[in-house]
DNA sequence: ATAGGGTTAG
């Protein structure tokens, strides 16, 4: 079949585009023609359509060779006939057509067209269909314009496929334009509208439509309910759905398998995976396509295991083997449930069956391999790709994203904007984690202002993330104004900006929005009460956040997890009663987590209990992690009780573990550049001035007793004090270097990657409050905080709106019987 | 003889 494609005797065919194109939709969807798309396929025509009265043996030949997939033998068929009847021009064309060569079909209409033939009604909605079929817009309307010259812009079948090209190219606002211009319109015509809305994504369009086709005295057949059903999945309208079901099973169409297979998806997609099921056990003939959408059906309402299941019926009932649909339905299920090692089997599968390349499964991949863990074989799959869509960029960078390689997924999001692709919600979705992590103020006003040029502020979702970046990069007022100016607050809105408050220690306005949220009638869940005893954890509110702990359960049922645990452990570390929280430790109903552990140590680091620290530590380096910051930390108190003994062995456990102490930094933000320091950092351009800086304010707070000029620092003293003198911290020269670059009236964003010290913290607040800037110091703990609201969640927002939306359409919509 | 259909990633 490939020589034809090389076969020369279309050269002649005119300016035919052949170039691939994208579409965009209404609905921002694209339309990708991928190399699959064009194959041939192998569609024998049905037979009724076979019985052509007079016409000549070799048209018959010809036709007979397109319908059983010869298309070559037919070409040399047509290529050698002498006399040319128009029919067999249009026997041809649609043979080429309906074997997927579209692009040959226009060839060989145009070189029709040039020899003086002229095309008729039957032969446009093939020529038409052709152009849909290699989503050639520009061809699609030199067509158009053609057969309105020769006057067959009123021809229904003409029109009828006109309207099905404009919707598939997703210009559904000319697919409409043709439609409402037609004289007479034929339930195809219904259909062909109907259809194109729900392929497009306006299934509230599709649903008037269908509506008004009734209203004028029009039955649906099986076309409009497989339609229709589509659209009741694309608005989760699943009465009206059931609705449809109930004239189904009053109609002939009862056993159709694709009436069926329709239903099966649209209650997989509107939720209700076990009306699915039922539906789905009781046909009788099953085919891939059906198993398909039972697969799907399983992958997105959450059930993985039951997936692999029916994947495994399906091979072993059935001897079907998967096919393209089914890989891509089915690694969703992999992802869900970090089965690599399946997943790794689809892939290849897919590889030995010739699948790939192929846009849409191997975006799946990337998908998948991102969400178990798998960034860099992501990476490596999005590079191979041969072709990309805003959907397969879109996966890398959340990829990324979910794999904490935030500065990877903003170099990707950078690159996203040299292609000709716009980001949509889900990359802001994906990106602003990344952005929130990352915390460059000034990078992230800059998203913000893209969100709100995309129309996506309205949105409550994205609103939170922007609300949550905000306060990460430092700027709470704004992320309060954001709040504040929010339409619709969930309660992941309340949540973020009460943890925005626990962020920055004003634990009292996080009690204050806590009282004013249930004042709103919003139901607190367990993420609202780790960022409230992260509030009192962080402002030493002690009695309270007992209380918030032993309210959370009595008083609204949910049962503390190991991170609210962890919480009081802080609080209780904080309030100086170490036995207490070591006690609290031990009785805890959950195990002790490294996190757990990891908060008694700091606890007793902070009140220099030696003791409680070694039973601590002990712990943790049990459980087999990243001890490097236990063993710092241990060594350091040693270091300061004169233990150094102690702190030897810990320097030779380290050694022998391959351990090496990560220098604490800090980073001081200016102009979207990130600057770094260490401790007794003199590696910058500004060390000079910084250092005189850092000598005035110590001055200014009473810590002058040691300082001098840089130039004046003699090494040996400052080491001699390392492991006490917290005045030439990281923390310290990034505030002073912010102080000289930062411009005036900016506030100056440190952050720093270990936990900063309290003297430090102290310093900051005293430089802030001498010199009038304002100051915002972010540390570890901040960091820690970002895996305790796991409870963002999409899905649950929008499905709460199309609830609301079913109860208002539920009245309005009733179908009449179906023919 | 002509047109309209189901499964597809985030």
Not at 111 to 118: A, L, P, T
Not at 219 to 233: H, K, M, Q, V
Request: aromatic residues 10%; hydrophobic residues 40%; neutral net charge.
């Amino acid at each position: 079949m490939a020589a034809i494609l090389a076969l020369s005797y279309f050269h002649y065919a005119g300016s035919v585009d052949t170039t691939r194109r994208t579409i965009s939709a209404k609905t921002g969807q694209n339309h990708y023609l991928t190399t699959k798309q064009t194959a041939p396929k192998s569609v024998l025509f049905s037979r009724k359509k076979l019985k052509l009265p007079n016409v000549s043996t070799r048209q018959e030949a010809i036709l007979l060779r397109l319908e059983s997939g010869f298309t070559e033998d037919a070409l040399h068929l047509f290529e050698n006939m002498n006399t040319r009847d128009p029919s067999v021009w249009n026997v041809v064309i649609r043979g080429l057509t309906t074997n997927g060569y579209f692009q040959h079909a226009l060839d060989v209409y145009y070189r029709m067209r040039s020899e003086g033939i002229r095309a008729d009604n039957y032969t446009y909605p093939f020529v038409i269909k052709a152009c849909a079929g290699s989503f050639s817009l520009v061809e699609g309307q030199k067509v158009h314009s053609r057969l309105i010259k020769v006057g067959f812009d009123l021809d229904i079948y003409v029109c009828n496929s006109l309207v099905a090209m404009y919707a598939k190219l997703g210009l559904i606002g000319l697919a409409e334009r043709v439609f409402e211009e037609l004289p007479v319109r034929d339930l195809v015509s219904w259909n062909s509208m109907i259809r194109g809305f729900v392929s497009v994504g306006e299934g509230w369009n599709a649903l008037l439509c269908f509506r008004e086709m009734q209203e004028v005295g029009l039955r649906p057949d099986r076309f409009s309910i497989i339609s229709i059903l589509g659209a009741c999945s694309l608005e989760c309208l699943l009465r009206y759905g059931k609705g449809i079901h109930g004239q189904v099973i009053r109609s002939r169409f009862e056993l159709d398998v694709m009436v069926q297979t329709s239903l099966v998806d649209m209650y997989g997609k509107c939720g209700r995976v076990d009306y699915a099921e039922t539906m789905f056990e009781r046909i009788y003939q099953k085919n891939i396509v059906l198993w398909n959408a039972m697969i799907a059906g399983y992958t997105r309402n959450g059930k993985p295991i039951e997936s692999f299941t029916c994947l495994k019926k399906m091979q072993e009932e059935d001897k079907l083997n998967p096919d393209i649909i089914t890989a891509i339905n089915f690694l969703p299920s992999c992802a869900q449930i970090g089965a690599l090692l399946q997943g790794k089997t689809i892939h290849g599968f897919a590889m030995r069956k010739g699948f790939l390349p192929h846009l849409v499964l191997e975006t799946a991949l990337v998908d998948m391999y991102g969400k178990c863990g798998e960034q860099k074989l992501a990476r490596k799959v999005f590079s191979n790709m041969s072709e990309r869509n805003l959907v397969s960029w879109n996966a890398m960078i959340a990829a990324y994203v979910q794999n904490g390689h935030n500065r990877e997924a903003l170099e990707l999001f950078q690159e996203l904007w040299k292609e000709p692709l716009n980001p949509d919600a889900t990359t802001i979705t994906s990106i602003l984690p990344a952005y929130a992590e990352v915390a460059l103020l000034r990078e992230s006003k800059q998203i913000h202002g893209y969100v709100a040029k995309l129309n996506l502020s309205s949105s409550t979702f994205i609103s939170n993330s922007i609300v949550y970046m905000y306060a990460k990069c430092g700027d709470l007022q704004t992320a309060r104004e954001i709040f504040d100016g929010m339409l619709y607050k969930d309660v992941i809105s309340w949540n973020t900006i009460i943890m925005a408050y626990a962020i920055h220690g004003f634990g009292a306005n996080s009690v204050k929005l806590f009282s004013e949220m249930k004042e709103e009638g919003i139901k607190p869940n367990a993420s609202t009460f780790v960022s409230l005893l992260l509030s009192c954890s962080a402002s030493g509110m002690i009695d309270e956040g007992w209380e918030y702990f032993t309210s959370m359960e009595k008083d609204y049922g949910i049962y503390p997890g190991i991170e609210h645990y962890g919480c009081m452990v802080d609080i209780l570390g904080r309030s100086g009663n170490l036995d207490l929280a070591k006690r609290f430790v031990s009785e805890m109903p959950l195990v002790p987590t490294a996190r757990i552990w990891g908060s008694l140590l700091a606890a007793s680091r902070h009140h220099r209990n030696i003791e409680i620290a070694e039973h601590a530590a002990k712990h943790i380096t049990s459980l087999g992690h990243d001890n490097t910051g236990c063993y710092v930390l241990l060594s350091n108190m040693y270091a300061e009780a004169g233990r150094w003994g102690d702190v030897e062995r810990i320097k030779f456990q380290m050694a022998k573990e391959g351990l090496e102490k990560s220098p604490g930094c800090s980073t001081v933000e200016n102009n979207s550049k990130i600057y770094k320091f260490i401790n007794l950092d003199m590696s910058h351009v500004n060390t000079d001035a910084m250092y005189d800086v850092l000598s005035i304010m110590s001055r200014k707070i009473g810590e002058d007793i040691y300082i001098h000029s840089a130039s004046k620092l003699r090494p040996l003293d400052v080491i001699r004090k390392r492991s006490t003198s917290p005045e030439f911290h990281s923390v310290r020269l990034a505030i002073c270097f912010g102080l000289i670059q930062v411009s005036l009236g900016s506030p100056v964003f440190v952050r720093k990657n270990v936990r900063i010290c309290e003297a430090c913290h102290s310093a900051a607040k005293k430089i802030a409050e001498n010199t009038g800037r304002e100051i915002v110091v972010g540390d570890q703990k901040m960091i820690e905080l970002d895996a305790c609201d796991s409870l963002y969640n999409t899905k649950r927002y929008y499905y709460f709106i199309e609830r609301e939306r079913e109860k208002i359409i539920e009245s309005d919509f009733l179908c009449g019987e179906i023919k």
